[in-house]
């Protein structure tokens, strides 16, 4: 529609993997050169993980492109099969042509001779399966065991699995320990950065036949292009397609940053709401627009009449509350800061056990063992080394308030019944604790496991399963202090972190929070303090000790 318009040859920023459009940074060519060396040389067993968008099946495609024909492979795109279809799809691939063996022995045995054949041949096979994450772990042992196939010098086939990150978490499964030990290269494929967001555009717009393409999205577009997709280049397509067409419904010559963030917002808000409805057939493009752009306007004055209801009701009603909470928010919470490794292994647990435990286990009288970090005293007992008298001091408690002839009697609240949640497509265990109760860690995940029997592997749930989140009991809420380490903007990244850290024997916590500027992100979190004191000499332990390049004691409100 709109490639005349902008002097183009063809569509720049279509989803499909082709070829001709991939972009090779420094990056991608290093992961190219090493997947290439992988196949050509036989290693076996190759795995290549990245995030939903970031080019995963591209670069599957770019290496395909440039092997040669020695090279013999078959592609799965669907592993959502069983056992029986899976050595059915190998067979009729192989063979090229439908063939069902009678038993598993009669495929092994015609699988290998062909193999053999191959090997004789001087050509090498390969085997592609793309959306590994969604594997079955009988699956995952059935493409292992095809592995053995081999002789005294070399490997009759080559395994190429292609995943999101929770395939690593598969892997790293007491169950699939064998196979994790068989995978000799392994690459991450990471978003882009705001140079190579640009170089991506560039590579795309000049592929399309475009000669100036900077006058057509200008650096401030780029940039909000690189800030809108997080470097995900699916995301990049979809807001670059859409401002070329907005550009093009507007008459604009030239795509600006402003263009681009309509088009962001406008997809944000396509999941429920008229703005999604595609205009009557024949309806000119700028009217079109036109109408779009009338029901965002008035969607957003209605949430911000609503919103000042709410916060109107809530000034005048419980003025004092909010402000209480309201200056804690903001005297206590630190910042949302990147970062995005540790460096080191961690220091043991603080505290010893989780923070359900040692709440378990208070003291009545409410005091708390916080742990120490090794070598120092108790916060609480500590004594001034020039006055030998305490640093800090007791408070006298408040004696409790008189009952007045008005005064109702206090009654118990009602248990809070658990709450029930259906698993939809893309969510895990972690993720939606993370979203019910405000904060995960090693306790609730266990906890959750003890109310839904069903569940026996935290990393697979199925779609449409129903979760009982029961309610965590008055004694495990309130208020206490952590070291925050590290923040995400995708959940996967943030619990990739979290069950190395666990893995480890680490006191480790996933925290939801929302960024001004970044939205819904994820932080990472270690040990829990009663004290700030305690936190604040736990974070300065951390950074002075290299394990990680930010640390920082915040206060944290669990509900």
Not at 382 to 393: N, V
Request: with cysteine.
């Amino acid at each position: 529609m709109y490639e005349e318009f902008y002097g183009l040859s063809e569509k720049p920023f279509n989803l499909t993997p082709s070829p001709r459009f991939v972009y090779l940074g420094e990056v991608h060519k290093e992961a190219l050169a090493l997947l290439t060396y992988g196949v050509v040389e036989r290693k076996g067993f190759i795995l290549l993980t990245g995030e939903v968008g970031t080019g995963k099946t591209t670069m599957v495609q770019a290496l395909l492109s440039n092997l040669d024909n020695n090279i013999q492979y078959i592609y799965l795109s669907n592993p959502v099969i069983s056992r029986e279809e899976f050595l059915d799809y190998i067979a009729f691939s192989a063979f090229k042509r439908k063939i069902h063996f009678k038993s598993k022995t009669e495929f092994l045995y015609e699988f290998e001779e062909f193999l053999k054949d191959c090997l004789q041949h001087q050509k090498t096979f390969l085997l592609i399966i793309d959306e590994a994450h969604k594997l079955s772990l009988d699956l995952l042992e059935e493409v292992r065991l095809l592995s053995n196939m081999e002789t005294a010098d070399e490997k009759l086939i080559n395994i190429f699995l292609v995943g999101q990150p929770e395939l690593n978490e598969t892997l790293a499964m007491p169950e699939c320990r064998a196979l994790l030990q068989r995978i000799s290269i392994r690459y991450h494929i990471k978003p882009l950065d705001l140079k190579g967001t640009r170089e991506y555009v560039a590579a795309r717009m000049e592929t399309a036949g475009s000669k100036d393409w900077h006058k057509i999205f200008t650096k401030g577009a780029v940039k909000a292009l690189f800030e809108c997709s997080t470097g995900y280049p699916r995301m990049i397509n979809i807001l670059a397609d859409n401002a070329l067409l907005l550009g093009y419904s507007r008459e604009k010559k030239q795509i600006s940053s402003g263009m681009v963030k309509e088009c962001h917002q406008d997809i944000q808000l396509e999941a429920g709401t008229p703005s999604a409805t595609p205009p009557p057939a024949g309806e000119p493009p700028v009217q079109a627009e036109k109408k779009r752009a009338g029901w965002a306007g008035a969607l957003r004055w209605a949430i911000l009449c609503l919103s000042l209801v709410f916060l109107v009701l809530i000034l005048s009603r419980r003025s004092t509350e909010f402000y209480d909470f309201f200056s804690k928010l903001m005297g206590e919470t630190a910042p949302a800061h990147k970062a995005d490794h540790v460096k080191r292994p961690l220091p043991p647990r603080t505290g010893g056990g989780t923070l359900q435990d040692r709440l378990d286990s208070a003291d009545p009288t409410g005091k708390t063992d916080t742990g120490t970090l090794k070598g120092q005293g108790a916060a609480e007992s500590r004594i001034s080394p020039e006055s030998g008298t305490p640093m800090a001091h007791a408070r006298e408690p408040k004696p409790p308030p008189v009952p007045t002839a008005a005064a109702e009697p206090v009654r118990p609240k009602p248990e809070e019944p658990p709450k029930i949640v259906v698993v939809k497509e893309g969510d895990t265990l972690t993720g939606l604790a993370a979203s019910v109760y405000g904060w995960v860690d090693e306790g609730i995940i266990e906890m959750l496991k003890r109310s839904n029997p069903q569940i026996r592997d935290i990393n697979w749930i199925d779609v449409g399963q129903k979760i009982t989140f029961p309610p965590i009991h008055a004694s495990k809420q309130g208020v206490t202090y952590t070291v925050h380490i590290a923040s995400f903007k995708p959940f996967a990244n943030a619990r990739e972190l979290f069950q190395q850290l666990i893995d480890q024997g680490h006191e480790a916590y996933i925290i939801p929070v929302i960024d001004p500027d970044k939205g819904k992100i994820y932080r990472v979190t270690l040990g829990s303090f009663t004290e700030r004191l305690l936190a604040v000499q736990f974070a300065s332990d951390v950074v002075k000790r290299g394990i990680s390049d930010y640390a920082r004691a915040i206060r944290l409100e669990m509900r």
